[in-house]
Every structure is written in C-alpha cells, then in structure tokens.
C-alpha cells in the first residue's frame, strides 16, 4: 500500500513558494497613484498598453539599455543637443508650432546669429528671443509636475494689485526656471492646480484644440430639472459663444443644497457658473477634481503640494504625446532619479507690514 502524502508540510520535489508581497506588484514602491489592491497574489496583473483615463501614473519603466542604444546627438565640443523650437517651447515660450514661428520670423538669435528652423544647440549657446536671454536646459533633463490643491481664497496670479494671497506663494523657488500654471481657477474656486516647467505640456493642456477634459463637482442652490439637464448638456448661449457640458451626472444632497459631477472640454472664464446661473441656478462652491488624465489625490488636502516623480512624469507626457528625454542628465540633476511624490504642507505667506516710524516727541514747552 502506497504511503500517504503529508498534507501539511511542503513537497519534497518542488521548492517552496514565495508568498508574494504587495510592493511586488505595485513595482517595488508605494504611490498614491495606484488603487488599493484585492487579492493580486493569486493572478499576475495583466499589462496595459494604453494610459486610460482617468488615472495618475502608470507605472512603466523603460530599459536603461535602450536608452542607451538611441543616444542623444552630440555638439562639437560632445555636449548633448535638442531642437531649437523644443528648447523655447520648454522653457515656457508657447508651443513648438508658436516658436517655429518666431525663427522664421527672424526673432531668435544663436550666439548673435539669426537661427535657422531645425537648428540644434546645446548648454553653451547663447539663446536670444526678442533681444531677452533665454535660458536653455540641457537635453535629457525631465520637466517636473506639481499638484497643488488650491483652496478658496488664492488668485492665480503673480501681480495683484490688491495684494491677495497668490498660489505661487505656496511653490517652491526655483532659481533655472520658472512655474507655469496650467489653466486657471476663480479666487472662489478650489482643487486640483497643475503646475509644470514644461511650456510645451502646459501648451497641450489648456490648448481648445486639444480638448482635454476638465471635471469639476459643482454644489447648487436648488435642483436641475431634466429640461434644464438636457439644456445643458446640448447647449446654451453665453456672452461668449455656445458651450455645454460633454456629462453631467446627480450625485444627491441635502435640503436645499445639491451636488453634481459635470465635465466639459473647455476653460473659459467662469464657465462653470454662467453655465448654471443661466438656467437659474446659483453655485454656492466649486471644486476642481480631475484635468485631463490626471485626478485630485484624495489625501492631498488644501494648501499641500506633491511634487510627481520623473516616473510618473514620464507617463503623462506619454499621454499627451510629447517625447520624453530618453537618457537622464545625471551629471546635472543627481537626485532626479531619487526624487518622489511628497506632500508638503506650505503656510500662507503674510504680507510684510510696513515699518513703524519714530514717533517724535514734541519739545517741553517754555
């Protein structure tokens, strides 16, 4: 009679397995990017080849070996080289297509020479548009991309003649480039704020012809009715043009407030509300939640920032199709590799008071 297996113990033809662990399949790190995972221990995740949306980053690595086999064109002196057109676009100048424009025009100097369009330069050249210095990043260099969670109260302005409180208070300075902000919220809005140093993904962003969509949750005095639903998802008439929303959906409330998702592919000034005020309703609070393929991330609160890694940062300009650097300047930037998302909580900055003068006394009177 053939002896019994022992059930409890491992088999002695085959290796143990190894219990496989929740940051091996979130790719060895933690992110707020990823949802919470359900029993992935049992099926391999399969791999997308498309970025859905809405999502944060996707977490793709690329092969070092690669990169390695496309290279970057090299100057006379074996400096790395890029694009005219693609340096001033990221440098925040407008888009490629609006810079090629201004070489032909005649507008941008090499080096004291008028460039040519397709012309290449490097770290060392000397970039001039409209007689201003321009300061040129070196190729392989990734742009970078804050998150920040505006609350109700901030301005998305540098200069404000009335001295409010602006959202680039918050950011950290940076001494070779600059923030662009893409799009814009009223000093009564809040959510979701992109900032980014790349002019060209910022340009892709807010461009109309590129509709990238915008949701926002919209809280009301009153409740649509489903004639005014239907108005406004077809279409109503502002000062400004027809617009719409691509969906609208009713998310409940209580009494006499009342909640609604709605997304649109547009971002003109105030749209949201002239919306609903033109079929009668007021919005009592607006909230930005999602741009284009990037949400709001729920433990990002107001007034934090979070900074993406070179990762993730890698991945939207995938989804906006733009060409990532495809080897890092590591010589220049030593800690992008080593960069990750944190949230980072920024007091408000207090306006300086101004200085007190002496208050002179008078002379003892004779």
């Known amino acids: ?119 290449r330069i490097s770290d060392e050249d000397m970039v001039r548009v409209d007689r201003k210095n321009v300061r040129v990043r070196a190729a392989g260099k990734m742009p970078r991309i804050m998150l920040y969670h505006k609350p109700e109260g901030e301005i998305v302005s540098r200069d404000d003649p009335e001295g ?33 140093t790349s002019g060209e993904l910022a340009n892709h962003l807010m461009h109309p012809r590129f509709e990238v969509e915008r ?36 998310q409940g409330g209580e009494g006499i407030n009342h909640w609604y998702r709605v997304v649109l592919r547009e971002g003109r000034n105030r749209e949201v509300r002239r919306m609903f005020e033109a079929v009668g309703l007021t919005v009592s609070r607006l909230m930005r939640v999602r741009f284009g393929a990037i949400n709001l991330p729920p433990r990002l609160k107001r007034g934090q920032t979070m900074e ?22 590591k010589q220049s930037r030593p800690d992008e590799e080593k960069r990750v998302s944190r949230i980072r909580s920024h007091p408000p900055v207090a306006p300086e008071k101004p200085a007190r003068r002496p208050v002179r006394k008078a002379p003892p009177s004779r």
């Open 1 to 119: 009679m053939p002896d019994k297996k022992d059930s409890t113990g491992p088999r002695s033809d085959s290796p143990p397995r190894k219990k496989a662990s929740n940051q091996e399949f979130r790719g060895g790190k933690k992110t707020p990017f990823r949802k919470p995972l359900k029993a992935q221990s049992e099926e391999k995740p399969a791999r997308e080849e498309e970025v859905p949306a809405p999502i944060y980053v996707h977490e793709v690595e690329e092969s070092d070996d690669v990169a390695e086999k496309l290279g970057t064109p090299r100057g006379r002196r074996g400096l790395p080289t890029q694009k005219l057109q693609k340096i001033l676009a990221q440098a925040g100048l407008g888009s490629r297509r609006d810079m090629e424009e201004l070489i032909k025009a005649g507008r941008v100097t090499v080096n004291g020479q008028v460039a040519e369009l397709g012309a």
């Open 215 to 250: 949701e926002y949750a919209v809280r009301t005095l009153g409740t649509l009715t489903p004639e005014q639903l239907t108005q406004l998802t077809a279409g109503i008439e502002l000062e400004d043009g027809t617009a719409n929303f691509d969906t609208i959906s009713d």
């Open 164 to 196: 409010r409180a602006s959202v680039f208070d918050r950011l950290p300075q940076m001494r070779t480039s600059k923030w662009i902000a893409i799009g814009r919220l009223d000093f009564n809005t809040s959510g979701l704020l992109i900032f980014t």
């Open 308 to 329: 993406l890694d070179p990762l993730q940062v890698r991945q939207i300009l995938k989804w906006a199709g733009i060409e990532a650097p495809t080897i890092a300047d």
